[in-house]
DNA sequence: GCTTGGTGAGACAGATATGTCTTATCTGAT
DNA sequence: ATCAGATAAGACATATCTGTCTCACCAAGC
């Protein structure tokens, strides 16, 4: 008999195929998602259960990697700027997986799956008013519009390393650049 | 017999709510495209011929769209800053129709819009690289990730007004302090 | 009134996706 | 060597999607 963390791990890397696959093509069927996480069509059914209970999943998952990377991260009580920088460097691995999921309709009728990306986006809220309050983030943009903005910036990161304009190593320093010091010239450097 | 213009701007109508249709859920039926275009699906049919070629001509046509945009805008010779500001305000309501159509794996098999693709995202690169020569963008960023940036920030945007968490009338400044000044609190204000 | 062009509703066959089942194969334990 | 568990491959019925066709309807122009 196996021992039960090697299951976990067998069944957590298909899990992470399979939200690889469906990153990649939303719509793939379940002979091209089968065929992309190297298994059979049979075994992606007896793991899984249905289409939708796979996609579920795949969801639950996914909020999961996102909880464990703001966790990581000191999102809610390290010091502002070190978190933020754990942030960028910790979510990029999953943007594109967690932007693909969440840009679609097929769980808005999920109340479990809305209320955890609610969950996500209130503590996100929170970091960058906490940021605000001590005085580091900027007071006169709503803490949001913040969180959708860097979540925005992480995704176009990952879009400019997929599409090979640059490797993943130089993306906290142009998350960080963009997101904290702005476009703009100006004097200090 | 109607007028030409008529007939255009009927078709024209029809193009924005099928591209409509198509951002808001990718993977929808012919049958939800109709519906939600508010025609038959033997209309769709006689209009555009097959779903294949459906989504091309919605694809050609915001291609087209943000051809427009940037035109418009100024990105080509107008002062930087300017153009900036018309760009993000002109660009933000076709952002979500955009971002999803390229985000797609469906036509990364038709070099025509991969073309065009490339195009936009080269014009988009000499904006910032303008910029950057005029002195008015920072220089140690480069212009493909300014470029990448932009369109992530605008299309956060369009998230955030479509959650209910900001009016459409707030969209440009809020993209332009983001992402001109960035975030963190400074001495200047 | 009549005709013409375009439309919506519905039916239809063909293609594709899904979920289940059976059978053969492989691996690790006894 | 044998057995148990899990898998891949393939077959299968069902459901859905697609593209086409027919027919009835409606509005504009003669």
Redesign the pocket.
Known sequence: ??EVSEIDGEREDLVQRVANALSANHGA???EIAAAA??????L???F????DLVGTVYGWLLEQCDRVFDGSGIDDAPVLEAFDRLVEDSYPIAQSYWMLIAKPELESVPEFQQGIADQDARLDRFFARGQADGVFRPDLPPRWLAYSLGGQIMSAWYLVDDGHAGAREVPRLVRTAVIEGVLTRPGG
Request: proline share 0%.
């Open positions: 008999m196996m069927s379940t002979g190297d298994v059979s069509r049979a075994t059914h007896r793991v259960g249905s289409r939708e």
